[in-house]
């Protein structure tokens, strides 16, 4: 299951942080790559330690904290600091898995991951090419998202990013660990809090069965949740 969640950054704040990104030093993205990902990889990153990379990943990090369709989707417990790639000239990512077990280097914050995240950071128009391609259960499914917007997807399905052939793709890309470890459990809490949501406008948030819903849904997390 893939979530967009619309203009996680405005255009504003897309600027901020392509002013603080732009400026910083790019590296062979291999850093961060495992073996197999090493052999398929090629693109620029910014190093984890860079001092840009940190202040636009702490910029990525409120504006996730702000957002209810993230946290309500990817019920996060631990988010890997963001990272940000850039692809040009006919720079890819091959078919792959996300390593299982990041660990940050210097701090040793390990985090399982569960979700993975892109947050696109180039108008479409601008560049050919870079679809993020994720193979779902229902099938392959390419994303391509104007700057600000992101899209959460699980960190077990096989994905590359298309080659770039025109212009030059810039993203934040980074993973969480989930409270709920589950897809599917996760998934369902997800429908089940937003027919909740929706039910309250219509009936009102005291409304009875909504507050026995809203029970239902915090039993359920409570059972599956660590916390
Ligand atoms: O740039 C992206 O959208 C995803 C990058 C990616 O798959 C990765 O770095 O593991
Ligand atoms: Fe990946």
Redesign the pocket.
Do not use: A, L, V
């Given at each position: 299951m893939l979530t967009v969640i619309p203009e996680l950054l405005d255009a504003d704040t897309v600027r901020r942080v392509r002013d603080l990104i732009d400026a910083a030093q790019w590296v062979d993205g291999n850093v961060t790559s495992g073996h197999q990902s090493a052999l398929a990889k090629r693109n620029l990153q910014l190093p984890e330690d860079c001092a840009e990379a940190k202040q636009a990943g702490q910029i990525v990090l409120d504006a996730l904290g702000r957002s209810p369709l993230f946290i309500a989707a990817a019920l996060p417990l631990k988010v890997f600091p963001p990272l940000f790639n850039s692809y040009a000239g006919g720079q890819a990512?091959g078919t792959?898995v996300?390593n299982a077990v990041r660990i940050q280097a210097g701090t040793g914050f390990r985090v399982r991951s569960d979700l993975?995240i892109t947050v696109f950071l180039e108008e479409p128009e601008s560049y050919d090419g870079g679809e993020l391609t994720v193979e779902t259960n229902f099938g392959v499914q390419r994303v391509k998202l104007a700057a600000g917007h992101a899209v959460l997807y699980p960190s077990s399905s096989l994905?590359r990013v298309e080659p770039v052939t025109r212009g030059r793709r810039v993203a934040s890309f980074f993973w969480l660990q989930s409270m709920v470890r589950d897809d599917a459990a996760r998934q369902m809490l997800f429908d089940l809090d937003s027919s909740i949501q929706a039910l309250a406008e219509e009936l009102g948030h005291d409304h009875a069965q909504v507050i026995r819903l809203t029970g239902v849904y915090h039993n359920l997390l409570r059972r599956w949740a660590d916390a």
């Open positions: 990512f792959h996300d993975s994905h």
